[in-house]
């Protein structure tokens, strides 16, 4: 099995910083990307960013300046800081991971549990 847990989400003030965390963990063989996307009430889930193993990186175009995205290979970790944040920010953060389980698997999507991102004054 694998697990992904999230930490780091809260309420910040408009402007404000926040950093995201995310550790995959269980039965790994390896890793392909790892990444971060959102979704607000109403809107349909949407990619933040993702980071390959390679460390090639994809922004959406709102977060492209504001946001960075970093990884840990050894420890199957990884980071969004979130910089400059705005109201229209706030919204569910689930991380996201394509996991390989065994030599002889195939790569499968996986999710965490999603934290909240409030950004209000």
């Known amino acids: 099995q694998v697990q992904l847990v999230e930490s780091g989400g809260g309420l910040v003030q408009p402007g404000g910083s926040l950093r995201l965390s995310c550790a995959a963990s269980?039965?790994?063989?390896?890793?392909?990307?790892m990444g971060w996307y959102r979704q607000a009430p109403g809107k349909q889930r949407e990619l933040v960013a993702q980071?390959?193993?390679?460390?090639?990186?994809n922004y959406a175009d709102f977060v492209s300046g504001r946001f960075t995205i970093s990884r840990d290979n050894a420890k199957n970790t990884v980071y969004l800081q979130m910089n400059s944040l705005k109201p229209e920010d706030t919204a569910v953060y689930y991380c996201?991971?394509?996991?390989?389980?065994?030599?002889?698997?195939?790569?499968?999507?996986?999710w965490g549990q999603g934290t909240q991102v409030t950004v209000s004054s």
């Open positions: 996201h991971a394509l996991v390989r389980r065994r030599v002889w698997d195939h790569f499968q999507n996986y």
């Open positions: 269980g039965s790994i063989f390896s890793i392909g990307a």
């Open positions: 980071i390959t193993v390679g460390d090639t990186t």
